[in-house]
């Protein structure tokens, strides 16, 4: 086991893996940029390091900083936390050349599955179902437009390489698909130094359900239940429940089966999502993987009752998975909401400033990570994730009702954030029926503008 682990990353989820380390009794250190520097993972660790000015390209994804900042405190591994160079096969890389363990999978799976058109193909070989689409990088807008017509529309068109929702755009049509096909070169360009792009079907209608998973050096996988990650605003999640409202135990058995044949195809070990899109007659699409902890990893943590950091720590330090598929059965329901630090009544524009008033949410089974004190400046230069909040319940009104009381109780004051948009989300008669998220946001969104008289 490790003695001493540098966590690269910040936020919340730089302070929930630090949590974790100490509890292993792993010694700690905490790397920060200049805008960071009082932030609430510097204090919680048992070192900190400045690795750079605020901009995120000079501090949490300069590899030669963090690498120096490891080596000069003199660390075993390094978690990459989510986002920045979690899934950078290079930075995996330079780890293993410094004698430096990545707690994650090996660089080779990092690549393959980062190249969302080589994913396809793969899984496709393995017997996973992939969305009809493209079988290579589609280069230039005249055969773009052929395929298009050929798969049929409406069609989405994708980045093939990088993620977060960039570069995503759906054409219904001939007219609007080359205007949206040159739009989404020139971001994708722009976001990850990359503008290869393909096109899949796009099924409107469809939920987005994905699989975590763990797998050890030995060749072990264990499924941890699924998540429904349905609710999404420009592509980007806002609330993840687990399990889902619309899976059916005949279907996930079908479900935790693809997954097993996912992560076997690549021979992957450590912490990964594998992420499938279900349309209205229950069949399911492998549409990515995600190597690396995800965002929404807590309501796993909370129906398995299982510390998902803790493990991803004990496999990359060659152990084996620490627990059985009957000691995880899924048990109850949880929910998980992101607060994030937006305005909601200007088109969710970032809202960065000083936290006035902070009073979190308690009571039993519930659950609240973040990196927010009384007095903390929240800096203009990174992902406006606030906080997480997760509760569980024995069944799915419990975890509603309590996610209810929760919210009520949740204070930011000094920022705009996201709360009153989880209210009237939480509250809703299309959430609490849970099988039709297909109209939802928009009527969220179309009685805020209302309320605001937009």
């Not at 089974?365 to 004190?373: C, I």
């Not at 009381?405 to 009153?420: M, N, Q, S, Y």
Request: hydrophobic share 40%; proline share 4%.
């Amino acid at each position: 086991m490790f003695s001493k682990v540098l966590v690269a990353n910040r936020g919340e989820i730089a302070v929930r893996v630090i949590r974790t380390l100490n509890e292993m009794g792993i010694r700690t250190v905490a790397v920060y940029s200049q805008a960071d520097k009082g932030s609430l993972h510097t204090k919680i660790a048992n070192e900190s390091i400045c690795i750079g000015s605020a901009a995120a390209s000079e501090s949490y994804l300069n590899m030669a900083a963090i690498i120096s900042a490891a080596e000069i405190t003199n660390v075993e591994a390094i978690h990459p936390g989510y986002g920045f160079l979690a899934e950078n096969a290079h930075f995996a890389d330079v780890c293993s050349s410094c004698n430096i363990t990545f707690i994650g999978p090996s660089a080779e799976a990092l690549r393959l599955m980062g190249d969302k058109v080589q994913a396809r193909k793969i899984m496709k070989k393995a017997g996973v179902p992939v969305t009809p689409g493209s079988e290579d990088v589609v280069d230039n807008k005249e055969e773009a437009l052929k395929l298009a017509k050929k798969i049929g529309y409406p069609v989405i068109i994708k980045a093939a390489k990088g993620g977060g929702g960039k570069g995503m755009r759906i054409a219904y049509n001939d007219g609007k698909f080359v205007s949206l096909f040159i739009a989404c070169q020139r971001e994708v360009e722009v976001a990850f130094g990359d503008a290869s792009l393909y096109i899949e079907k796009f099924m409107p209608y469809s939920r987005h359900i994905e699989v975590q998973v763990l797998a050890d050096k030995k060749g072990n996988v264990l499924t941890l239940g699924e998540r429904d990650c349905s609710i999404q605003r420009r592509y980007q999640k806002l609330l993840e429940e687990s399990p889902s409202p619309v899976v059916n135990a005949k279907e996930r058995k079908k479900l935790f089966k693809y997954t097993t044949e996912a992560v076997k195809a690549i021979n992957y070990t450590n912490a990964g999502t594998v992420e499938f899109l279900m349309d209205k007659a229950g069949q399911f699409y492998f549409m990515e993987m995600n190597t690396r902890l995800q965002v929404e990893h807590p309501v796993t943590e909370m129906v398995c009752n299982i510390d998902l950091v803790k493990e991803q720590v004990r496999i990359a330090s060659g152990e084996l998975i620490g627990y059985s598929a009957d000691s995880t059965q899924p048990k109850g329901w949880a929910i998980e909401c992101r607060i994030n630090a937006e305005d909601i009544n200007a088109d969710f524009m970032p809202s960065p400033g000083k936290i006035t008033e902070l009073r979190l949410p308690g009571g039993p089974f519930v659950r609240v990570d973040t990196h927010l004190y009384n007095g903390y400046i929240i800096p203009p230069y990174y992902d406006s994730l606030l906080a997480k909040l997760i509760v569980w319940g024995r069944n799915r009104n419990e975890a509603i009702a309590r996610m209810k009381r929760a919210l009520d109780e949740f204070i930011i004051e000094g920022v705009k954030t996201t709360i009153p948009f989880h209210k009237q989300l939480i509250s809703h008669p299309f959430f609490i029926k849970g099988d039709d998220y297909s109209e939802l946001l928009d009527k969220i969104l179309s009685r805020q503008r209302k309320v605001s008289g937009l």
